[in-house]
């Protein structure tokens, strides 16, 4: 079964650090990755997306990530964190098992950032 | 463009009562997908609707249902609420998520549920 993993509940980084929110896969074929953001009270935002083609994939806000077929992991990765940046952030694959079609969703990990 | 609407905001529900959620998607999103979402269990996909059609379905209880209109809006039913439902759920388009994964889905702001 298709399945992701956020190891991380919490990560803690100071302001103008570079960030890493890890996130591991398991799918039979091609994975397709997304990352989003969850501001406190506010619904998902898209991020980025992995589907095929470089291994280094950039998104919105200055994020971005990175495909490692060899690790199954597909890390999100800012180069200097912002006090902004802190919020609920979700890893997911996208999983075609037979005909039902839907993205899986990793737990979150919630991204602080200390001034 | 409008962003994804969700009503209400806010739900105060008993036991045993039932509830319906409404979604208006993004003008030209044809998909509309729903999701809840509880600390514990993050996201769970409920179902996804595209053309009125019912395309994609969660393991969720046959409690919960949705139907999905000819402008595209959808609505998701809760029967006979357990305290177990209390959750925010969201809702999500998109051009269509179903047929290749290319298309990112936008999210709403959600609907806190609360179940007593």
């Known amino acids: 079964a298709q399945s992701v993993a956020q190891p991380e509940d919490q990560v803690n980084v100071a302001e103008g650090n570079p960030l890493t929110v890890k996130c591991t896969y398991s799918v039979s074929g091609n994975p397709y990755l997304f990352w989003y953001v969850q501001y406190p009270n506010r619904g998902l935002q898209f991020l980025l997306k992995y589907i095929t083609g470089d291994n280094l994939v950039k998104g919105s806000y200055g994020f971005e990530a990175e495909f490692n077929k060899s690790q199954t992991s597909f890390h999100l990765k800012k180069p200097s964190a912002l006090v902004s940046d802190s919020a609920l952030y979700f890893c997911?694959?996208?999983?075609?098992?037979?005909?039902?079609?839907?993205?899986?969703w990793g737990l979150g990990t919630s991204l602080a950032v200390n001034p | 463009k409008a962003g994804v609407t969700q009503t209400p905001r806010y739900l105060i529900k008993t036991r045993g009562q039932q509830v319906t959620l409404s979604c208006s998607p993004i003008s030209g999103h044809r998909s509309v997908s729903w999701y809840q979402q509880t600390p514990g269990q993050g996201l769970q996909f409920l179902f996804e609707y595209f053309s009125e059609t019912q395309r994609n379905k969660g393991n969720f209880p046959g409690r919960f249902s949705g139907r999905q209109f000819s402008n595209s809006r959808s609505e998701m039913n809760v029967s006979t609420l357990e305290l177990g439902d209390s959750a925010l759920y969201l809702c999500?388009?998109?051009?269509?998520?179903?047929?290749?994964?290319?298309?990112?889905?936008?999210f709403g702001p959600g609907t806190r549920l609360t179940v007593t």
């Open positions: 999500a388009s998109s051009l269509d998520v179903g047929a290749g994964g290319l298309y990112e889905q936008y």
């Open positions: 997911a694959v996208r999983d075609d098992a037979g005909n039902n079609r839907k993205l899986i």
